[in-house]
């Protein structure tokens, strides 16, 4: 062994000798101290990895088919301690800075979990995209990175903005931006760039000076229909990447859509399809979960091949047991109609003929190993949920983010009836703090739509969707980021009632109306009943004593806000209206 190994284990064990020295004498006047005992053994044990991690580091860096290299910070001192990886295989930093892999040939890209109290590094200036990656190439063996650490250590509170599906394209999607029906013909990179960015710049602008902001796209940036365009993804990473925001994405089935070719345009503007990075108390692990079948396209819900749960188990091994894990794909693992042959039945009736994740149960058994719990996000479907469902007796919440798209840029609304927009998270030391939904070019405080229930939207109504009373005043509110957690009331009369939560497999009347009339790139069964795969569970209903009565709906969220809205604003013309168009 080299003198540096030595001194690893020279310094595990003086370690341990000083802390059985000192218990003892405590001992001795003091009751016995299990968690200052944890913190050294704490201590032996990184001695004995950073033991380890050099011996590793050693055993390849004179091989052939190894990678290795220095991580440095700015001054030039060592950054020790630092996962590494290529897809494959994990290790950390030793205390030079240095690591070592076993070439992988499957390996595209080497990249290192950013720290919590490094910079999360980006392209550039003006393309604020993360950038914490190399692509591996035969003929190189050395790759160096350069951290800088953040001026404040780690970042207590900051914000997370998810958005989900961006999904571009390269046609003009037919939009309509007044009551006249008059078409408008604007790219749909024009589109995001002008309503979701600039609305995201406001939101940012809004925060306390010196607010750090991140981001997270959740896949399907584009989609190629309307004719190939290779520039389409550099498009779309630079309209992401153009707030002061330090943007992440993980990769979607629009995204490579079984392509090798479109798959390498991701890759090229994104990297790794496979990574983690740390921000706060939380470590964010993004996977793509887009696995192709011959007879299905892709399957639903979304699978992880051996290979990524090797990797994932590997990533997860080297992180700390206090952080939150935050689970990042595109694809839901909690439901699906195009199960993979190992996925399980939901059980749910009202949810009939979805599956979970044939991963799921392995995942959520990593995941609880972790003292501040975890969070599964994802995109994809096009409408919002909070999906909960409960697997081996474990109850288990998805977030699956609602499309900054809406229906692929056809209207200002998700089929679900949610308007375009993205979500915005607060965390803060150890916990998450806040969440709303921000429509796009609405403000924060509108997160709810109402309606009637006999309102004959193009020949939808509500109340025959859901079998509910046509001639009795009935009101129905849309409240974009509800779960069960969320208390929602009517005030009729100066009394507070209870709303009826809808959770099942159905549609929404005033989107599907909507649609039904002017959507042409996509097929009307997406937006319908005859979708299978819609589940609307924040959808609430209240008869009132008098048809006449003026109503209050009052939401109150989980992190102390309370949203309303009254029966003025009930949406009764099917068309003039925010669907249509945005109203300045």
Known sequence: MKRQHYTYILAALVAGL???????????????????????????????????????????????????GHLTFADGTAAKGVVVSDGTSCTRTDSTGRYALLRDKKARFVFYTVPSDCEVPVHSDSDRTAFFYQP???????????????????????????????QVTNAMNPFYTGPNDNLVEKSDVARFNDETMTDIRRTIDALPDATPVYGLSMGDNVQYYGGYNSELQQQIRAALGSSRMRLFSVIGNHDQDGSALYRSKWEQCWGPTDYSFNRGNEHYVCLNNVQFTRHKSYYSPGELTDR????????????????????????????????????????????????????????????????????????????????????????????????ACGNIWQSNINICGTPNGYYVYTFDDKRLADCYYKGTFWPVTRQMTLFRAATDFNGERYANDWNLPHDTGLIVANVFNADS??????????????MHRISSCGQDAFATGYHHKYCQAMPYRFVSKQNGYLVMNHLFYYEPHSRDSRLTVRARDPYGHIYECNTAEVVTVPFYNFAHYYRR
């Open 136 to 166: 591996v190439t035969r003929r190189r063996a050395t790759y160096d990175f350069r951290l800088t650490r953040l001026p404040g250590g780690i970042e207590r509170n900051y914000r997370m903005i998810v958005i989900g599906d961006p």
């Open 308 to 403: 990524q749960m090797k990797w994932l188990r590997q990533d997860l091994a080297l992180t700390p047991r206090h952080m939150r894990v935050v689970l990042c794909y595109h694809i839901p693992l909690t439901f699906g109609t195009i199960p993979g042959a190992k996925a399980s039945p939901l059980g749910i009736v009202s949810e009939e003929r979805h599956y979970y994740s044939s991963r799921l149960p392995e995942l959520l058994k990593l995941l609880n190993q972790y003292e501040g719990g975890y969070e599964l996000f994802c995109g994809h479907t096009h409408f919002a949920m909070h999906h909960e469902i409960e697997v081996n007796g474990e109850r288990v919440v998805e977030r699956c983010h609602a499309a």
């Open 18 to 68: 000083i802390a059985v020295m000192a218990m003892s004498r405590k001992e001795a006047v003091e009751p016995f101290d299990a968690a200052a005992m944890q913190r050294v053994m704490g201590g032996m044990a990184g001695c004995f990895d950073a033991w380890l991690a050099a011996r590793q580091r050693d055993s390849l860096a004179n091989k052939l088919d190894s990678i290795s």
């Open 485 to 498: 957690r969320w208390d929602i009331t009517v005030v009729e009369n100066g009394l507070e009632h209870p």
